[in-house]
């Protein structure tokens, strides 16, 4: 059987780096073990002098005995225990010398003690095995053997020694010249008792240190997977949650805390329906269907004001065993996802809308300019009655308003080519803003205020399509306030995104209206064809921004328009200059 080397002996071409550093840490663990060595034996030395000094004072017999030898022992183990202490302060390369003079001291202290009290069958030969299994465990078995054959020698020469007479025992308890079998038969079974002591201790302190290792590196695994789980499961964008069989919370993710606007810690412990998705009836009753029947289900989360699409799944959660030992619930915030889906929808309505737009306005265009031209020559010769008159001036002002709409189909339909150029956004704003001052649309019980942050900000982007888009929403919040009101205008840079917001105290829209707002055709004002918003959204999307709607009926609208600064037209710009 072969032999593990000795963690304490490295060979210098093992000595890497991490080999250094793991020889350095066995050295302090040897060192730190080496100061109890210490206390252990002045505990021990002590336990074994105060009882006999006390002996020594109730019993005249004892009393005639010779103390001095025993006085000296226990001196000589406090001045060495003193010397020992000294000794641990020296550099980390003198531990295991150290060990060994500990060890040496403690051969010597136990043989002396078995001289005093009366040789090789005194009770005290015992503390050889302790110093064999301490060297053996601390230094494994080349240090136990040494030790061992240590113990044994001198074990042997104290037990000859008397047997032979040449050295008498102060207490007595051995005669010289006894019988020479049992003094062998002692020397033999100490021999074998100590070797095998030093044999058995090392392998099982051996044992114990690779299974304390792997202890410790599956710890250390365990811990990493831990991390590594628990990494995933926050790393989830959707929200987990975790029960027990009571419906008890027992964990939550950070998307979870995220969607329900929950910290885990005020989530563990409570029922499910401290959630907020389902009532514990909803709950118990889905619990109890079968997986099959568990399909997605979405419900209305609200959040103060706030009212957000969740759609959550249900599964069962099991141990290695099959057993069951709680639920987990998956959701996910699906508004962005309908919001996206909804935008997909209006693309595909407005690019359908778009070729309808183009087929209607090319038919009906040349017809209604011969009639609008006709209208007029009639109108400048017309002999007929007042009443005749006005129908025929209806009807070319029906004809000119049927005309406007004919040509803002065509530019949703065919919107011009962008001009894409660098210019200050925010000073093409304020032109906009004060123009729209001076309109006819703007009554003395309008209020318009402007502000803008930062006052200077250059963009890259079509000017005519932005003041297309200011115009075009400006003109809808006056529509909603007919009766006066206040609209401001603010703005604000986040990155590359730059926001307009359009806010106005009008009349808000209802939900119907907000679906409908950039549909074409689809206009909350008998004035209106509908065509205008379209084309902003249309205007926006070819930008790479975005429009947020916000309004609720009779608390007004904010409409935000986010148009990115920089990057969306930097390429097409570079080849146009080209």
């Not at 090789?120 to 494994?140: G, M, Q």
């Not at 003094?183 to 114990?208: D, E």
């Not at 919107?415 to 649309?441: G, T, W, Y």
């Not at 907000?514 to 902003?536: E, Q, T, W, Y």
Request: glycine letters at 8%; charged letters at 20%.
């Amino acid at each position: 059987m072969t032999t593990a080397a000795a963690p304490f002996e490295l060979l210098p071409e093992q000595r890497t780096l991490p080999a250094v550093a793991a020889h350095a840490e066995q050295d302090r663990v040897l060192s730190q073990r080496l100061r109890w060595l210490v206390a252990l034996r002045i505990v021990v030395i002590t336990s074994a002098l105060v009882p006999f000094f006390f002996l020594q004072l109730a019993s005249d017999e004892i009393q005639q005995a010779d103390f001095r030898f025993l006085y000296l022992l226990a001196g000589g183990t406090y001045g060495a225990s003193l010397l020992y202490i000294l000794m641990l302060r020296l550099p980390a390369g003198w531990v295991r010398p150290q060990a060994y003079v500990q060890f040496a001291g403690d051969l010597l202290l136990t043989t002396g003690l078995i001289y005093y009290f009366g040789g090789p069958f005194t009770p005290f030969s015992i503390l050889y095995l302790v110093v064999i299994i301490v060297a053996s465990t601390l230094l494994r078995q080349r240090a136990g053997t040494v030790i061992a054959t240590g113990a044994w020698c001198l074990y042997s020469l104290v037990g000859i020694a008397l047997f032979l007479g040449v050295i008498e025992s102060p207490v007595g308890g051995f005669e010289a010249g006894g019988s020479v079998w049992r003094l062998c038969y002692n020397l033999g079974v100490h021999f074998f008792g100590f070797y095998a002591v030093a044999v058995m201790t090392s392998r099982l302190s051996q044992t114990a240190s690779l299974t304390a290792q792997e202890l410790r590196e599956h710890r250390e695994s365990l811990a990493d997977l831990k991390v590594v789980h628990r990494d995933v499961i926050e790393s989830i964008p959707s929200g987990l949650i975790t029960t027990d069989r009571n419906s008890r919370i027992t964990s939550a993710n950070r998307a979870a805390e995220k969607i329900l606007a929950k910290r885990e810690a005020d989530l563990i412990g409570k029922s499910i329906d401290a959630t907020g998705l389902m009532t514990a009836e909803t709950w118990e009753a889905l619990s109890e269907l079968g997986p099959e029947l568990r399909s997605r289900r979405e419900v209305e989360y609200r959040l103060g004001d706030e009212v957000r699409q969740v759609g959550f799944a249900l599964s069962t959660l099991t141990t290695a065993e099959g057993a069951l030992s709680g639920h987990i619930l998956i959701f996910q915030d699906l508004s962005k996802w309908q919001q996206m889906q909804r935008d997909l929808q209006l693309k595909d309505r407005m690019v359908a809308v778009g070729k309808l737009a183009a087929g209607i306005a090319h038919e009906i265009g040349n017809p209604l300019a011969a009639i609008s031209g006709s209208c007029q020559m009639l109108s400048n010769t017309f002999q007929g009655s007042d009443g005749q008159r006005k129908l025929l001036e209806i009807l070319l002002k029906e004809s000119q308003r049927l005309d406007r709409t004919i040509k803002g189909f065509l530019r949703f339909a065919k919107p011009k080519e962008r001009s894409i150029q660098r210019f200050d956004i925010a000073a093409l704003l304020a032109e906009n803003m004060e123009l729209l001052r001076n309109s006819p649309e703007v009554s003395g019980d309008h209020r318009l205020e402007l502000e803008l942050r930062p006052p200077s900000q250059m963009a890259l982007a079509d000017p005519d399509q932005v003041s297309q888009i200011f115009w075009n929403v400006a003109r809808n919040a006056l529509r909603a306030m007919r009766d006066g009101g206040t609209l401001r205008i603010e703005t604000e840079l986040d990155g590359n995104l730059y926001r307009i917001h359009f806010i106005d105290s009008g009349c808000g829209m209802t939900e119907q209206e907000r679906a409908n707002l950039f549909h074409p055709f689809s206009s909350a004002f008998d004035d209106g064809n509908g065509i205008g918003m379209a084309i902003v959204y249309q205007i926006v999307q070819e930008h790479g921004g975005r429009l947020v709607l916000e309004s609720q009926p009779g608390n007004g609208s904010v409409i935000t328009v986010e148009l990115p600064i920089e990057a969306a037209f930097a390429g097409e710009l570079l080849a146009a200059e080209g």
